[in-house]
């Protein structure tokens, strides 16, 4: 179920309601909750919910283990009752996303006979997002930063349909109080909500579909048809449209959790007016780079031991941040742009370089790395970079709304408070009922800009 | 536009809020206004579903609501809207292109004219392929052209096609898909209409077709009436279809066209369709010495004839020709393809030379 569909706006209808009538109730409400997404998730494919109920019984079993061995002094049984889910987790990752892709390149190490048989398996949807969630819980269990959550809440959580398939990564700390405790229902932050939704139903619908539909897709699948001039739009445009449609998913998560009583960590923070890399990792993402860091940065070592350790681990993190999104060496090539990036940073002399030149080069290096990140194959990205280089001919692609439009996106990310806050004001100082019929005219004027049929969150995928 | 709207450490720092109640009546009062205002694009939308329970529902229900909102004046706003944005001119086109088509001589009478139903043609018949009979001389200003048309199939190696026919520079190729479409459902997209159009304004050299993804459904006669899929009424109006599309695309004598099957599919049932609809393909082109009809099963084939998503390339490295929904080809695989159809383009003699240089 795609959140800008009619579907959805059917389907939470009845949640909300159900939602908040069940409040007082914490079982039924659970039950409720935990139905809800369940059929949210089951609207791709209701197989893989059974996916979802294994490893929500899984982990929760071993997170209670965990935490009885913690609590009986046994350190080694409750670090192997860690070991195992995490085991776990990755088992059902890495048959789903990664096996293919191993087994393939053994078989072609091998001279291309099949060494080992494909299963050529469909990937489920938000398969990364709650695994990853999952061993966040059995290791802060383990830390002891968190405490066991009974059965229901932690289904409840792993399974919690704003986030469940494209993020915020959210950890059972942050939620785990917003499902024991009952929000008020009498000040539900409407005002806010709406505007999140209509700004992420915005940046999806109309600014990512019409750059992918106008530029993007073009410059990708046939770069070397294309002029130098436009090849580098479509490389600008990716960066622009990859920004609205994973930060437009999460506006809506934030707003649709947000009517539901929930409050969601941010999850973007203007990433393109980063002037280091090490910054836009603080920007970008920041649910699953913070995850990165807790849960294998620093175990790695981080930045604790020598220099040589310190690069290796941040090349590390980020290769294996690039697998995260896809078994493709594409996304291995794009993570080892950025840990190469970092480690360069941390090498060179901290030098007062003018702020407009540590933007230029950072931005250019993100860019750089999407080009990896978009294109089909290696070749295919190598041959955006070949035509970037050719000489200059007619524009096609370019128009002057196209640029100016991406000029836009990108100073807008240098004002703190934007257009977009002054409209979140203004919504939560209006009643109720203005903010529900400007909530339905601005879906009409999204509906009326945006193109016909609206492809999937590009995040859906990983 | 910025995002840190989400730092806030509590629910309602600043006190604003409302009851619960009252923000669903308020937000299913904007929904209603979306609806309603709206309620034309979802009418329209829903009567362009394939004919299924699902359709007969939400045309059901989105009628009655288009009607109330169109007598009330609500739908206005949406209308200007799609006016001065300049929605309603794919609308135009077609009916204008519709009536290109009546004039044109190919097709007769009008834009379903039936066509003569022959004998199949034989196996000999179907290893033909179609040729230029005159040998124009292709240059950079008078390049060899080729369309591409057809469904989202198309999308994914259309493209990858024109980047390799182009590495000449005497030809020039052109992709044009049209995502969801098909022969079945001319209320969504007019196949006919677009391929006369292009015929007319472009006269291309060749010109490279394929449908068949979404075309497994029940379809809708001139006179209204429904006929389900795979019937025998329903192969028969499918048939004038592809007859129709295919005699537009061949117009003068001499022009290649290449009717690309279905490739083999993940699914089962789906895989079972999409040879149903092959072999009406074959059969039709078959009766066409201009039409070549390329089967794309062996190409996409393991080595036990099933449907496989990674296949070895010439050099014997297994490669992701498919995507992972099962259906679409992969970059790869659009290689693959894209090589095919140059392949058997170059099999006309006059034409070898094109990517000789």
Known sequence: MLFPTLAFGLFFVVVFLLNWLTRPHPLIWKTVMLGASLFFYGWWNWRFVFLLLWAITSNWMAGSQIAKQLHAGSKQLARNWMRTAIVGDLVLLGVFKYYDFFAVELSNLFGGKTAIPLLELTLPVGISFFTFQAMSYVIDLHRGVIKPMPMLDFAVYLSFFPQLVAGPIVRAAEMAPQIRNQPDPRRVASGEAFHLILRGLFKKVVISSWLASSIVDDVFSNPESHSSQDVLVGVYGYAIQIYADFSGYTDIAIGVALLLGFRFPTNFDRPYSALSLREFWKRWHITLSSWLRDYLYIPLGGNRGRQADTYRNLLLTMILGGLWHGSTWNFVIWGLIHGLALAVERMLPNRQTHPVVRWFITFHIVCFAWVFFRADSLSSALDVFRAIGSSPSSVELTSAFAVLLLAAMLMAQFFPYSKSEDVKQWLSKQRVLTQGLAFGFGLVLIDLFGPEGVAPFIYFQF | ?357
């Open chain 2, 1 to 357: 536009m910025e995002d840190k709207t989400a730092t806030e450490p509590q629910m309602h720092p600043d006190g604003v809020g409302f009851p619960a109640g009252k923000v669903f009546l308020s937000g299913v009062a904007g929904l209603i206004l979306a609806v309603a205002v709206n309620s034309s694009t979802l009418l329209a939308d829903a009567e362009r579903l394939p004919d299924s329970r699902s359709r007969s529902l939400s045309v059901a229900i989105w009628t009655p609501i288009e009607e109330v909102a169109s007598t009330l004046k609500l739908t206005w706003p949406r209308t200007v809207g799609d006016f001065l944005l300049g929605r309603d001119e794919d609308e135009v086109l077609i009916s204008l292109q519709r009536e290109q088509i009546g004039a044109t001589p190919e097709s007769g009478k009008d834009e379903w004219v039936v066509l003569s139903v022959e004998e199949e043609a034989s196996g000999d018949e179907l290893e033909q392929t179609p040729s230029v009979t005159s040998g124009p001389v292709w240059s950079a200003e008078n390049p060899f052209t080729i369309w591409v048309l057809g469904d989202s199939m198309v999308q994914f190696f259309g493209e990858t096609f024109v980047a390799m026919a182009e590495r000449s520079a005497l030809v020039a190729a052109t992709s044009e898909p049209k995502l969801a479409s098909g022969l079945s459902r001319p209320d969504y997209f007019d196949w006919p209409a677009r391929i006369s159009a292009v015929i007319t304004a472009h006269d291309p050299d060749a010109v490279i077709l394929m449908f068949g993804g979404n075309d497994a459904q029940n379809i809708k006669t001139d006179d209204g009436q429904w006929l389900e899929r795979f019937t025998a009424r329903w192969e028969e109006e499918y048939r004038k279809r592809i007859a129709l599309v295919m005699d537009l695309a061949t117009g003068e004598e001499g022009r290649i066209v290449l009717w690309v099957g279905q490739p083999p599919m993940r699914g089962d049932g789906f895989d079972s369709r999409m040879r149903q609809l092959n072999d009406l393909y074959r059969s039709e082109a078959g009766k066409r010495p201009g039409v070549k009809y390329l089967d794309l099963r062996s190409l996409f084939t393991d080595e036990s004839g099933n449907y496989a998503r990674y296949l070895p390339n010439s050099s014997g490295k297994l490669t992701d020709v498919r995507l992972t929904d099962g259906v679409h080809l992969s970059h790869w695989g659009g290689e693959w393809l894209s090589a095919l159809l140059l392949d058997e383009i170059k099999k006309s003699p006059e034409l070898d030379g094109l990517w000789a240089e």
